[in-house]
Antibody
Framework: QVQLQESGPGLVKPSETLSLTCTVSGGSLSTYYWNWIRQPPGKGLEWIGYIYSSGSTNYNPSLKSRITISVDTSKNQFSLKLSSVTAADTAVYYC?????????????WGPGTLVTVSS | DIQMTQSPSALSASVGDSVAITCRASQSISTWLAWYQQKPGKAPKFLIYKASSLESGVPSRFSGSGSGTEFTLTISSLQPDDFATYYCQQHNSYPWTFGQGTKVEIK
């Protein structure tokens, strides 16, 4: 059974860079697309972007100038960096895997981690 | 971006009722639509892909239909475990987008 787990600081100061890592267990990163999604408190879901196991990426244009998603296949991890954060970036951040058959649904999710942007 | 609009935003129903949630896309997405269930403090749970295909392990009382711009998630015979918020998601074009959610509450 594939499991995903987000990790990283729960508090980030405004204008700094948010950094999160997703560790995948029970399966390989190979041949899948790995995503970041976020959910501000009490609000809906926003797709941030994905990385393929080879390293190719696709980002949401609304965040593209501030995002970097990277992968470390040796550690079975992928990571998110979001620069120049503001209070609007406060959210629960989820990592998730793309469902192989559909090519875009998200079948396995981490439990999520709350990141608060505040001084 | 493709806008996904769910209706209603919330509904109240009783155990045993059948409920339907609609998701409309601002342009055609063929059948590239998924449905998720989310409970408070938890990650979304994957229910349906390609508009009508049930993910393995999901109870058969959940069903999906539709194509193009209009889609429906139906839950027949609501169970206590089904009270949650439901989201649709399109993956026809980037950026992938979600509906705003429909909260199913106990009457």
């Amino acid at each position: 059974q594939v499991q995903l787990q987000e990790s990283g600081p729960g508090l980030v100061k405004p204008s700094e860079t948010l950094s999160l890592t997703c560790t995948v267990s029970g399966g390989s990163l190979s041949t899948y697309y790995w995503n970041w999604i976020r959910q501000p408190p009490g609000k809906g879901l926003e797709w941030i972007g994905y990385i393929y196991s080879s390293g190719s990426t696709n980002y949401n244009p609304s965040l593209k100038s501030r995002i970097t998603i990277s992968v470390d296949t040796s550690k079975n991890q992928f990571s998110l960096k979001l620069s120049s954060v503001t209070a609007a970036d406060t959210a629960v951040y989820y990592c998730a895997r793309v469902h192989y058959v559909s090519g875009g649904a998200l079948d396995y999710w981490g439990p999520g981690t709350l990141v608060t942007v505040s001084s | 971006d493709i806008q996904m609009t769910q209706s209603p935003s919330a509904l109240s129903a009783s155990v045993g009722d059948s409920v339907a949630i609609t998701c409309r896309a601002s342009q055609s997405i063929s059948t590239w639509l998924a449905w998720y269930q989310q409970k408070p403090g938890k990650a979304p749970k994957f229910l349906i892909y390609k508009a009508s295909s049930l993910e393995s392990g999901v109870p058969s009382r959940f069903s999906g239909s539709g194509s193009g711009t209009e889609f429906t998630l139906t839950i027949s015979s609501l169970q206590p475990d089904d009270f949650a918020t439901y989201y649709c998601q399109q993956h026809n074009s980037y950026p992938w987008t979600f509906g705003q959610g429909t909260k199913v509450e106990i009457k």
